[in-house]
């Protein structure tokens, strides 16, 4: 089974509406993090958590939300979706070490906002 | 100026040649350098990193490291059509990684 998973995989929604990304993960990282990816843009950080109780704002955080519920589970939330939000949204996960900070991606959600 | 910038090519190399990547970024303070190698419709996966300034090796990637210029780079020897993909540089500040924007490499049979 894979360590990070992401639901939905493919999205497909209208403006306005409200929608919800999930990740968990298995491999017992404290960090968690929300990316988007646009062509010709790379990944950006949305929100980004170091434990279950500390969430913070990325690059662009604006017209996102997240919800930490466990250490597995990071969800994003679109409470009012545009079309410009359409993208591909990563999640990631981490773990601390002294100067290795790799981060380990699940496999990508593709949402459409219509 | 971006904090992390690459060149977005598309890079285009012969199979067999060297394939030379190059990453710039803004922040002296940055500690821990990676390189990640994405496919297309895929979700990146880890190269390398380096923390130390010079050259660190595997197989046949080789990072560099010039932390005086401010410089990174990722170097693919006897580069496989199987290695075309875009390549994301990222620095770690204060935990979190700042990402390039990528170089998309083609390897030609």
């Known amino acids: 089974d894979a360590d990070v998973t992401q639901t939905p995989r493919n999205r497909i929604t209208k403006t306005g509406k409200r929608i919800m990304l999930e990740c968990s993960q298995t491999?017992?990282?404290?960090?968690m993090y929300w990316y988007r990816q646009d062509p010709g843009l790379g990944l950006r950080l949305i929100y980004y958590s170091f434990d279950v109780k500390d969430i913070n704002k990325g690059e662009i955080s604006d017209g996102y939300s997240v919800s930490r519920q466990a250490q597995a589970k990071f969800s994003l939330s679109l409470e009012s979706a545009i079309p410009n939000q359409t993208a591909l949204y990563f999640c990631a996960t981490s773990d601390l070490g002294q100067y290795q900070e790799t981060q380990y991606f699940g496999p990508g959600t593709r949402l459409l906002v219509l | 100026q971006k904090e992390v910038e690459q060149n977005s090519g598309p890079l285009s190399v012969p199979e067999g040649a060297i394939a030379s990547l190059n990453c710039t970024y803004s922040d002296r303070g940055s500690q821990s350098f990676f390189w990640y190698r994405q496919y297309s419709g895929k979700s990146p996966e880890l190269i390398m990193f380096i923390y130390s300034n010079g050259d660190k090796e595997d197989g046949r990637f080789t990072a560099q490291l010039n932390k005086a210029s401010q410089y990174v780079s990722l170097l693919i020897r006897d580069s496989q059509p199987s290695d075309s993909a875009t390549y994301l540089c990222?620095?770690?500040?204060?935990?979190?990684?700042?990402f390039g924007q990528g170089t998309e490499l083609s390897v030609k049979p």
């Open positions: 491999k017992g990282h404290d960090r």
């Open positions: 990222a620095v770690n500040q204060g935990g979190k990684l700042i």
